[in-house]
Nanobody, 125 residues
């Protein structure tokens, strides 16, 4: 059984930063990919970024490249999503997701089996 918990969301002005945390917990150790997705009201869930089990593969959506950074140490928790230079278009609920027994960094949501409940991020103009 896997439990996933995100935290760190809030209300910020455009140009400021937030750091989200994702803490997955496992009954036993396993390799896993970790990804962030977001969903704004009235929109479909979209990929933000993903990182492989050892950090060797990292992918970001074009909309966040250069602004968001995923950091991970597979031996330590939590994993962080550092969000800099936030824009109003970044406003969404952010979800952390886990793909077990995965050595890559998938970008499709159907590759991820375990999800947190989401943490809201609101960026004002």
């Amino acid at each position: 059984q896997v439990h996933v918990h995100e935290s760190g969301g809030g209300l910020v002005q455009a140009g400021n930063s937030l750091r989200l945390s994702c803490v997955p917990s496992f009954r036993t150790f396993t390799y896993y990919a970790l990804a962030w997705f977001r969903q704004a009201p009235g929109k479909e869930r979209e990929f933000v970024g993903a990182i492989s089990w050892n950090g060797g593969s990292i992918d970001y959506a074009d909309s966040v490249k250069g602004r968001f950074t995923i950091s991970r140490d597979n031996a330590k928790n939590p994993t962080y999503l550092q969000m800099d230079s936030l824009k109003p278009e970044d406003t969404a609920a952010y979800y952390c997701a886990i793909a077990l027994n995965n050595l890559s960094a998938p970008v499709r949501p159907d590759e991820y089996m375990y999800w947190g409940h989401g943490t809201p991020v609101t960026v004002s103009s």
